[in-house]
């Protein structure tokens, strides 16, 4: 079954001269963890924008299908997509600062769902303000405030970038855990390869706009079709041999 599925998604902002994004097609199953990578501007974040219902109307023209469950969000009201937005739909952002309210405490931003994202001393970081808060336990915190709803679909655009390899891993393993026991479907966006090689089930690969490949991440990472696809994975920094 289907949760997700993207149909010529067209992009193009305002006094730009190009789309930047220029007819993807992108599917996400029930209950699985779908990569997206590219490189910076390669236009992943702008799709997870529209598909959010994040984008703002007088920044872009957007033109295709973006399908939940079945229902065009793109022909939905703003009204209407408010509604979706947290129930069946959410957002977990690379800078979790920047979603909170810095004057108001952790606990009536995310409630209940605290306890969810393994957060020590729940009961404290309730009471805590976001600048009291380390990165690592912020971006949990942030992903409690997404799953509250319990929504069918997580958007997760960099969601450990910021953060230090071991909470890295952290909170890699606390989304396959939501998925696992949720059944949540994530919609992973990320230029880490390293990271989606050991989320991802299946991984889109973007390009100036465009999915350039498809397939699923044992076959894109060891057998790519795309040059552009081989050129990033040659990228991938490896450690040498002392």
């Known amino acids: 079954m289907t949760v997700l599925e993207i149909k010529d998604l067209r992009v193009r902002f305002h006094g730009a001269d190009h789309d930047a994004v220029r007819g993807i097609d992108l599917t996400v199953a029930d209950g699985e963890i779908m990569g997206l990578v590219g490189e910076s501007g390669s236009g992943k974040t702008v799709t997870a924008m529209v598909v959010s219902g994040l984008m703002p109307h007088d920044r872009a023209d957007v033109s295709g299908q973006v399908l939940l469950d079945g229902k ?38 995310v409630e209940e769902a605290l306890r969810d ?8 970081v309730y009471q805590k303000y976001p600048h009291q808060m380390s990165g690592g336990m912020l971006q949990r915190a942030m992903i409690a405030a997404a799953i509250i709803s319990r929504p069918k679909l997580l958007l997760a655009d960099e969601p450990t970038t910021a953060l230090d390899v071991t909470i890295q891993a952290q909170i890699l393993e606390l989304l396959r855990r939501l998925n696992r026991e949720m059944g949540m479907s994530i919609l992973f966006i990320s230029h880490n390869l390293n990271v989606v090689r050991k989320l991802c089930t299946r991984v889109a690969v973007m390009e100036k706009g465009l999915i350039v490949e498809t397939g699923d991440t044992q076959q894109v990472f060891y057998d790519p079709r795309a040059d552009y696809t081989r050129r990033l994975i040659a990228a991938i920094p490896t450690r040498k041999k002392l």
């Open 72 to 109: 065009d969000l793109l022909a939905l009201t703003p009204a209407q997509m408010r509604k979706r937005q947290g129930c069946a739909i959410s957002v977990v952002f690379q800078e979790p600062m920047s979603a909170m309210n810095p004057v108001m405490r952790i606990g009536p931003q």
């Open 117 to 124: 994202v393994d957060l020590p001393n729940a009961e404290e």
